[in-house]
């Protein structure tokens, strides 16, 4: 705002030069005599030049305070979208693309923090530098003011038709740019099955069709702002014409002084400045205003699963007891999963789940750490409604290894630690023993602190599995959940596993997910679920001697047993 000064101060210089031009060579000015020295000449110039020196100074603080503080918002941001995406249950994950939320992450936050910045600076100084500008305008003149300025409402209303047209176009360029992250996420993750098949040429192909989308959709939005920028400027343009024809002929007139239209000019060129600012700042609010609903749609999710008002708080740790009761679930979209099932398992027992593809098992095991949830008063642990007890709690005290384990692009050592703030060497490697994995580490150049690929893909598929189970043994749960957890490991390094499993099985509560009878045949219990229903229960011999569902599948393993032996 202090440049507001150096117009006044080029009104006074030239002014006072024009009264001493007259008062020397005009013979018909009747005024005192006056002369402008050198000396003034040059007070008035380093004056200006102060002026813009210490405008330059307050910039500096302005930018460096409000891009500080811009930079904060956006940290703050950031850390509460990603502890929202935390809280959200895993079934929403189910039908959302990471690409997309990436985008939501990055670029869309990155476009806020843009309004919060350069837009928020730019219109508190555009609206005060113009309203100060205008007060001192019209204090010189202000019919002369009041013309010059008339083309400026024909720029509020183009400026309200850009901002609508550009917010169309910035939601459907930012979804095409999820779009796009989404196809990239998918090919670097599933890069080895484009390669086994040959398809590289057909997923570029396909890339650059959502490339070219991308390109066609920004190509919109620049044709719309080629054309309007040119009137942010042509416009301004007719003003100064205004104010050069007539403030010329007011000058003649003797209205106002030679300075005064100078100053007027200086003005006038000033508020060009604010007019282009004006499209800088509407194009990146409304480039916010639309990366701002994708984040608060995100926001607006609810978590489904969560610690609800019956929560009872004083619960801080668990025993292991399992029990479900008249237990029936179904998909979101309605699909029965599992049908009244009734089951108990104590605490310490090992209880196995046997049954084909599709049969429930995951699910089943899935609604014990509320991954998925089921109805209240039909699944509980130590004979407490598995929704009165927090979250933190029960998930803390269950270890789960899957079929496919996910590992992090990380040290070895934390990948394995990974439930745990700390946790010393010794501990490390028990767990790593226990799951057969300890020989091998100490193969590896780095042992411990091997960096994984992404998930852990630089390892094969026995070792990631195995170095989840460590991770899940580490913590000590009270339920440890083996979901196929041996599936990628030969049947003599399961064996091994499950020996050294025994001990630390006897004082919790296990459940085996198999499709190999040599995986389940020692539990204490085995039930087999055939399309959501418990068909079978009991132990491996007497489920033999029922000759029923399991009796079938191992008679078919053993026969192949056979069949391979030869």
Same mark, same amino acid.
């Given at each position: 705002?202090?440049?507001?000064?150096?117009?006044?101060?080029?009104?006074?210089?030239?002014?006072?030069?024009?009264?001493?031009?007259?008062?020397?060579?005009?013979?018909?000015?009747?005024?005192?005599?006056?002369?402008?020295?050198?000396?003034?000449?040059?007070?008035?110039?380093?004056?200006?030049?102060?002026?813009?020196?210490?405008?330059?100074?307050?910039?500096?603080?302005?930018?460096?305070?409000?891009?500080?503080?811009?930079?904060?918002?956006?940290?703050?941001?950031?850390?509460?979208?990603?502890?929202?995406?935390?809280?959200?249950?895993?079934?929403?994950?189910?039908?959302?693309?990471?690409?997309?939320?990436?985008?939501?992450?990055?670029?869309?936050?990155?476009?806020?923090?843009?309004?919060?910045?350069?837009?928020?600076?730019?219109?508190?100084?555009?609206?005060?530098?113009?309203?100060?500008?205008?007060?001192?305008?019209?204090?010189?003149?202000?019919?002369?003011?009041?013309?010059?300025?008339?083309?400026?409402?024909?720029?509020?209303?183009?400026?309200?038709?850009?901002?609508?047209?550009?917010?169309?176009?910035?939601?459907?360029?930012?979804?095409?740019?999820?779009?796009?992250?989404?196809?990239?996420?998918?090919?670097?993750?599933?890069?080895?099955?484009?390669?086994?098949?040959?398809?590289?040429?057909?997923?570029?192909?396909?890339?650059?069709?959502?490339?070219?989308?991308?390109?066609?959709?920004?190509?919109?939005?620049?044709?719309?702002?080629?054309?309007?920028?040119?009137?942010?400027?042509?416009?301004?343009?007719?003003?100064?014409?205004?104010?050069?024809?007539?403030?010329?002929?007011?000058?003649?007139?003797?209205?106002?002084?030679?300075?005064?239209?100078?100053?007027?000019?200086?003005?006038?060129?000033?508020?060009?400045?604010?007019?282009?600012?004006?499209?800088?700042?509407?194009?990146?609010?409304?480039?916010?205003?639309?990366?701002?609903?994708?984040?608060?749609?995100?926001?607006?999710?609810?978590?489904?699963?969560?610690?609800?008002?019956?929560?009872?708080?004083?619960?801080?740790?668990?025993?292991?007891?399992?029990?479900?009761?008249?237990?029936?679930?179904?998909?979101?979209?309605?699909?029965?999963?599992?049908?009244?099932?009734?089951?108990?398992?104590?605490?310490?027992?090992?209880?196995?789940?046997?049954?084909?593809?599709?049969?429930?098992?995951?699910?089943?095991?899935?609604?014990?750490?509320?991954?998925?949830?089921?109805?209240?008063?039909?699944?509980?642990?130590?004979?407490?409604?598995?929704?009165?007890?927090?979250?933190?709690?029960?998930?803390?005290?269950? %270890?789960?290894?899957?079929?496919?384990?996910?590992?992090?692009?990380?040290?070895?050592?934390?990948?394995?630690?990974?439930?745990?703030?700390?946790?010393?060497?010794?501990?490390?490697?028990?767990?790593?023993?226990?799951?057969?994995?300890?020989?091998?580490?100490?193969?590896?150049?780095? %042992?411990?602190?091997?960096?994984?690929?992404?998930? %852990?893909?630089?390892?094969?598929?026995?070792?990631?599995?195995?170095?989840?189970?460590?991770?899940?043994?580490?913590?000590?749960?009270?339920?440890?959940?083996?979901?196929?957890?041996?599936?990628?490991?030969?049947?003599?390094?399961?064996?091994?596993?499950?020996?050294?499993?025994?001990?630390?099985?006897?004082?919790?509560?296990?459940?085996?997910?198999?499709?190999?009878?040599?995986?389940?045949?020692?539990?204490?219990?085995?039930?087999?679920?055939?399309?959501?229903?418990?068909?079978?229960?009991?132990?491996?011999?007497?489920?033999?001697?029922?000759? %029923?569902?399991?009796?079938?599948?191992?008679?078919?393993?053993?026969?192949?047993?056979?069949?391979?032996?030869?």
């Amino acid at each position: 705002m202090i440049l507001l000064i150096s117009p006044m101060i080029l009104q006074t210089v030239v002014d006072e030069l024009e009264h001493a031009w007259r008062s020397a060579y005009d013979a018909t000015f009747e005024g005192p005599a006056f002369t402008v020295s050198h000396g003034r000449i040059l007070f008035f110039a380093l004056l200006i030049f102060g002026v813009a020196f210490f405008a330059g100074i307050l910039r500096f603080i302005q930018r460096h305070t409000i891009q500080g503080v811009a930079r904060q918002m956006e940290f703050h941001l950031r850390a509460d979208f990603f502890l929202h995406l935390q809280k959200l249950s895993a079934a929403y994950y189910d039908n959302v693309r990471t690409g997309d939320l990436m985008t939501r992450a990055t670029s869309d936050l990155n476009a806020i923090r843009m309004v919060l910045s350069s837009a928020v600076m730019y219109t508190a100084d555009a609206t005060v530098f113009f309203g100060l500008a205008l007060v001192i305008m019209l204090r010189i003149d202000a019919s002369l003011t009041l013309v010059a300025l008339l083309p400026y409402p024909v720029l509020a209303v183009l400026i309200r038709f850009l901002g609508k047209r550009l917010h169309a176009h910035y939601e459907g360029i930012q979804e095409a740019v999820s779009v796009m992250n989404t196809k990239v996420q998918e090919n670097l993750s599933g890069v080895r099955v484009v390669k086994a098949y040959t398809l590289e040429a057909s997923e570029i192909e396909h890339f650059q069709e959502l490339n070219q989308e991308f390109v066609n959709r920004n190509h919109r939005q620049i044709r719309l702002m080629t054309f309007f920028f040119p009137l942010f400027r042509f416009l301004p343009g007719i003003s100064g014409l205004v104010l050069v024809w007539m403030g010329g002929l007011h000058v003649i007139q003797g209205k106002i002084s030679l300075g005064d239209f100078f100053a007027l000019s200086a003005y006038l060129m000033m508020l060009v400045r604010p007019m282009i600012t004006l499209g800088f700042i509407v194009n990146t609010f409304e480039r916010g205003a639309a990366s701002m609903e994708r984040i608060q749609a995100i926001l607006d999710e609810k978590p489904e699963i969560f610690d609800d008002e019956q929560v009872k708080w004083g619960i801080k740790d668990i025993e292991g007891e399992i029990e479900f009761r008249n237990l029936n679930f179904a998909y979101p979209d309605g699909t029965p999963v599992l049908k009244n099932i009734n089951l108990k398992v104590e605490r310490g027992m090992t209880l196995a789940i046997v049954g084909g593809t599709g049969s429930g098992k995951s699910t089943l095991v899935n609604l014990i750490p509320r991954i998925r949830q089921a109805e209240r008063g039909t699944v509980f642990v130590d004979g407490v409604d598995i929704q009165d007890i927090p979250l933190n709690v029960l998930r803390s005290n269950i %270890g789960v290894v899957e079929q496919e384990p996910f590992l992090f692009s990380d040290y070895l050592r934390n990948n394995i630690t990974y439930g745990l703030e700390t946790a010393d060497d010794e501990e490390v490697k028990d767990a790593a023993h226990t799951a057969d994995l300890l020989a091998q580490i100490e193969e590896f150049p780095d %042992g411990l602190e091997t960096i994984l690929g992404e998930r %852990g893909m630089t390892i094969s598929g026995g070792q990631r599995q195995r170095s989840a189970l460590a991770r899940a043994i580490i913590i000590k749960p009270k339920i440890l959940i083996l979901d196929d957890a041996f599936a990628n490991v030969d049947t003599q390094t399961e064996d091994t596993i499950l020996s050294r499993l025994a001990e630390i099985m006897k004082n919790r509560t296990t459940i085996l997910i198999s499709h190999r009878i040599s995986t389940v045949k020692d539990a204490d219990q085995i039930i087999v679920l055939n399309d959501g229903s418990i068909v079978e229960t009991g132990t491996h011999q007497q489920l033999v001697e029922q000759n %029923g569902i399991y009796a079938g599948i191992y008679e078919t393993q053993l026969l192949q047993e056979e069949l391979e032996a030869f």
